[in-house]
């Protein structure tokens, strides 16, 4: 049957009736039609809709449901004298590349079959599980495969070990087209091949359209296949039923029958579902076999497409009399299909609760089994984060890399896509250091598109056995982010990563302790008195003028001179927690030896008690009684606040500090 729909040379869409084609007209035409007309006209999506003047009497007026029907040529659209103004509807369709294939159709007479060459189903892919074949798939888009599910179920928490060959026939001589698989989706409904045999493999990195790699196309709706169409089957397994154990390094592939409905439910009347279909012969003889799971069954519709039709799921025997193939009916799950394949928003900020992990790519190394997945939660092997930190349970889900003995000092990179900020941002993540690693994770600043060109702001490791959130500042230049996760020599374990996000501005704690006191204020300061003490006060000094402008700098003081030994003044910030090491550094200057001490402390808050530690840094003189750099290292905690404590000495002076600075890192870093 020819196509019932087109696209006219000059854009005009056009509709078979009686024997001619007659255009479309724009009146009351909805432009949420385009894409399924486009479809009709076996083209891709639409890229513009518009209208355009016809010299002509008749036109075709089409309904959302007269486009549907035309999708699958049944439509039956009808005919009407004039249009307003003549106006008939104009499209631009992209070209559609799936379900091509550049080869002929191969000859009518996996078992009973024929070798196949490259390029005859470019969307045949090969499943390798530690480089072993596992099963077939189809390649679906450029970034997804589809197999069915029983052949991956206890790979789901292992995607690292699977890769995928696409663009070969022959697996004895694969050099190139082997990507790895980052996840591994199964139908939520799965129960192994008694229902929702089916699962998606999400690609480590997208692959080319070529002559002997392009998708299949998918059903656009639920059909009624007719079993007059032209349909085959292809995989790399059994060809011979004598040796069960002997699978094809060449792809075969089989012509075979769709079954009624009906038909294949007497033969397996307790088994047999709606979102199962059959295909073979009364005869036996060609049929799928064992190793040819997952792969495709597709048929040939009415404009030349193959479409995806089944996944080869189970049968009994192979090639048995009057017992067809049994096959995961792929357009029973169109809708499950779209939502994990949907592309989705682009954004740095992510929980990766969507599986277009907001536009994140990692880095492509075909020969390491080391990179970021997106797992969920759970406490089967491998070991991993049972909970995610967004939802707190095992349905959440994170990146993770996960180091095992082949893996050891190798190195994986999961990049953010493109930040919008053109000034210095605030990024913050948890990150989980799962069991026994000693993995190593870095927080890079990348400037241009080539990862050299970055800078690491953050080196995390030896976190604690939960997740915990990291804030660190991004330098204004950032055009966006690397985690660059390294593995040691501990293969138990690996490193989470969940909730990142990203907002202008300095991060929340970094204004609870940074300040240079040139606004004239204490920032986000407190001062107190202690012990009948004084408080913390601005202060100014006048510096060298520069270009004859005189400069004024600001400063925090405390003068003990008029205090009691021992008495205190504190400067303390709004409570805070940290999960990681920080750095604080600062400017301070004090008097002469024994007149006055400076401390660095913290006040931990534990059920409404405070308990204050200033063992982490105490000066009692600056180098010439000038202004000297001071640093201090606080280790993780929770619930705490930061003070510098300036302490009356025996004979009274005077203590200052400005230019007070946080880095989330160990002061020698």
Known sequence: MSAAVQVSPDGLLQVMKEGQWFPVCSHNWSPELADSACAAAYLGSVVNTSSATVVQNTFITLTQEDVEMYVVAQGAAQLRSGCPGNQAVSLTCRERECGVTLTPLPQPYVLGS???????????????????????????????????????YNLVHTP????????????????????RVTEVIQHPENDYIYYADISLLRLQQPLTTTATIRPACLPTRVHQWSTNIPCYVSGWGVTDVSDMYEMSSILHHAKVKLWPQGKCK???????????????????????????????????DARGAWQQVGVVSWGRGCGTKGMPGVYTRVDSFLEWISNVTAEGDISVTCDFETSAI?????????????????????????????????????????????????????????????????????????????ADTDAVLTVNAVAGQKSNQSEEVMRLEDGSADWTRVEMELPDWTVRVA???LAQSRTQGGVGVDDVSVYAGQCADTLKVSCNFDSGSLCQYTAQAADGGVSWQ??????????????????????????RLGQSALL?????????TRCIRFRYKLSSPTAVSLSVCTLT??????????????RSSSENNDWSVGQAQLPPRSNYSLFFRARRGFRGGVAMVDDVTKVDRSCDS
């Open 483 to 485: 985690f660059l996760a």
């Open 538 to 563: 601005i202060q100014t000094e006048s510096l060298p003028a520069i270009n004859n402008i005189s400069q004024t700098n600001y400063f925090v003081e405390a003068d003990m001179r008029g205090s």
């Open 266 to 300: 007497a033969v397996y009347p307790a088994r047999l579902i709606p979102s199962m279909i059959c295909a073979g012969y009364e005869h036996g003889e060609i049929d799928a076999c064992k190793g040819d799971s997952g792969g495709p069954l597709v048929c040939q």
């Open 605 to 618: 808050v534990v059920n409404g008690n405070g308990f204050p530690d200033c063992s982490t840094w105490t």
């Open 358 to 434: 907001c536009g994140y790519v990692t880095n492509v190394n075909a020969t390491s089994s080391f990179l970021w997945t997106r797992r969920s939660g759970g406490r089967t092997l491998p070991p991993r984060p049972v909970e995610d930190n967004t939802r707190s349970d095992d349905s959440g889900h994170y990146m993770y890399v996960h180091v095992d003995d082949d893996s050891r000092h190798e190195k994986a990179t999961l990049y953010t896509p493109r930040l919008n900020f053109t000034s210095a941002a605030c990024l913050t993540i948890h990150v989980f250091f799962f």
């Open 114 to 152: 024929r070798e196949s060459v490259d390029g005859q189903w470019p969307w045949m892919a090969a499943i390798l599980s530690g480089g072993n074949f596992q099963c077939g798939a189809s390649i679906i888009s450029p970034q997804w495969v589809m197999t069915a599910a029983h052949c991956v």
């Open 160 to 179: 690292e070990r699977l890769t995928i060959v696409a663009g070969h026939v022959n697996l004895d001589v694969v050099t190139d087209h082997v990507t």
């Open 572 to 580: 303390m910030s709004p409570p805070m927690t940290s999960s990681v």
